[in-house]
């Protein structure tokens, strides 16, 4: 098993920024790839973010490229996510997730386990 704890949502106003982090516990940290999802009121889980097992490839929903950073450090069992110029439209429940399978895609019905989120809302 692998426990997930993310942390750093809140509330922020547009343009601004915020930092997720999620802890990861129980297993080998970097035997999993990590993504970060999220969930918007009345809407589908989606991808955000993906990271590769050793950190070196990124990958990113086409709604957040070039806004959003994704980071692991393999040796505090953590995954990163930089927000920056953040809009309404990314308020959300944000969550992060692990999969063993290291195959740089990130379905959301392939990941294996997964934290309980934490919640970013940005006013506008």
């Known amino acids: 098993q692998v426990q997930l704890v993310e942390s750093g949502g809140g509330l922020v106003q547009a343009g601004g920024s915020l930092r997720l982090s999620c802890a990861a516990s129980g297993r080998t940290f970097s035997d999993y790839a990590m993504g970060w999802f999220r969930q918007a009121p009345g809407k589908e889980r989606e991808f955000a973010a993906g990271?590769?097992?050793?950190?070196?490839?990124?990958r990113y929903a086409d709604s957040v490229k070039g806004r959003f950073t994704i980071s692991r450090d393999n040796t505090k069992n953590t995954v990163y996510l930089q927000m920056s110029s953040l809009k309404p439209e990314d308020t959300a429940v944000y969550y992060c997730?692990?999969?063993?399978?290291?195959?740089?895609?990130?379905?959301?019905?392939?990941?294996?386990?997964w934290g309980k989120g934490t919640l970013v809302t940005v006013s506008s």
């Open positions: 990271i590769s097992r050793s950190g070196n490839i990124p």
């Open positions: 997730a692990a999969r063993y399978r290291n195959s740089g895609n990130y379905p959301v019905d392939g990941m294996d386990y």
